[in-house]
């Protein structure tokens, strides 16, 4: 860290952003909406998390010479990056919000340009047509200085993030886990792991020039940890009837337990936001106005049409109460031990639902269902997500034969807006609907 920029990133942390987004608040002044007639009045935590957003990108523009940058995937270890000080970005959530804003189709078109296939992950595509563009909406984006991927979720992260360091001439990190095929816990795979984190630590003292602090780092995790519980009971508000929010804000309000897990800004937005969730759960205020079935999504969100999603599915009485891939930040939670930090993060990040053999995940599924009161199941087969889609129609056949829930299953992608047949899906949606009604 040299002295200028880390003055200059304390002043623009401590004054420039706030004054930014005071400023940017003033900018967007508008006269006050009418109710609308499908939802409850948006939560006002909604505000604090776009102050965040803004914030995390925007501080990370002036960390140039104050701080390590670190880009990481969703389920890479990352309390193990925070003692050492790095700032970290996630490009999938980079990914995503290139999605929701509809630019995503743009930013992939890039990639295929230079030879990438279209059957690539969308969240690579956008991410690498920004390696070669430098285009964002965010603004800009820091340089990494450092690469940290977890092969947990996709093989694809690997040879993305190998093409990523090439670019940039930087380390990558590979925290590698085993495939879980049986429930069974411990043996040679948890020793495999731990060893591997170990030698990562050994690693990061070797780039970083800095000692790892053992007292920081359980520090970190028991905030990770309790972070995660907040964000488990935040999402088990919606198992109130009617649900205080739905699947399609806990999409929006991810942003924290992914990207700034470890962090006490992330454990303060959440407090908040459950404080919230309770008071209205108590008070009966369902987020949508008439909640008639109560839905679960399965899959990675379809960030460009959730506006359009989120209103379809209210029009109709549907409220999504629970979903496989917000639950995914809560599921293995409680593993995380501040006293056994290396062993316990080992077991936390190996057992999440992408590493895990299908039964786990129906079975995870039906409990979902119980819990939340579930009538139908969405099924999203995202073109992009291989490792998430395969299996799809199997679970679909094996609920409807357990437990009678009806589904449906559409064909879209992540964040990719020209994979979308418009026709198609809302075919099949009004069809499901008419079924659901019926029953
Ligand atoms: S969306 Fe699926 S394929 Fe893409 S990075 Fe995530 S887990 Fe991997």
Known sequence: MTLLPAIRYRFMKDIGAPAAMR?????????????????????????????????HYFLSRYTRGAMPVAWVTSGAPV??????????????NHSALCGAQKVGGRMCAHAEEHGYSPDLCSYARIDLG?????????????????????????????????????????????????YRFADAEGGPDL????????AIIQQLEGISGRRFDREAFSR??????????????????????PAPMTIFDAFAHMLPIVSLRGLESARGYYRLLLEE????????????????????????????????HANLFASHGMAFVTATYTNAWAETTPLLDPGRPLESLAKAYSCVILNHHLEHRLKLMERLIREYRVDGLVIHSARSCKPYSVGQYDIKRLLLERLSIPSVVIEADIADERAYAEEQTRTRLEAFFEA???E
């Open 277 to 308: 969730l309770e008071e209205r759960a108590e008070r009966g205020v369902g987020a949508i106005r008439e909640e008639r079935k109560r839905l679960m999504w399965d899959n990675i969100a379809i960030w460009p049409r959730m506006r359009e």
């Open 191 to 198: 020793e495999y792991m731990v060893g591997q984190m170990e």
């Open 23 to 55: 400023f940017a608040k003033m900018g967007k002044k508008r006269p006050a909406r009418p109710p609308d007639p499908l939802f409850a009045p948006p939560l006002a935590a909604t505000r604090r998390l776009k102050e965040l957003i803004s914030r």
């Open 79 to 92: 309390e193990i990056l925070r003692p050492f000080g790095y700032y970290t970005l996630y490009p999938e």
């Open 436 to 438: 659901l009604e019926e």
């Open 130 to 178: 920004h390696a070669l563009t430098g285009n964002t909406p965010v603004g800009r984006l820091p340089r990494p200085d450092l690469l940290f991927a977890s092969n947990n979720i996709c093989q694809t992260v690997l040879y993305w993030y190998k093409i990523l360091a090439a670019r940039y001439g930087i380390p990558l990190i590979l925290f590698d886990t085993p």
């Open 220 to 241: 970190t995790i028991d905030l990770a940890k309790e972070t995660s519980l907040l964000w488990g009971r935040v999402l088990a508000t919606m198992k109130a009837r």
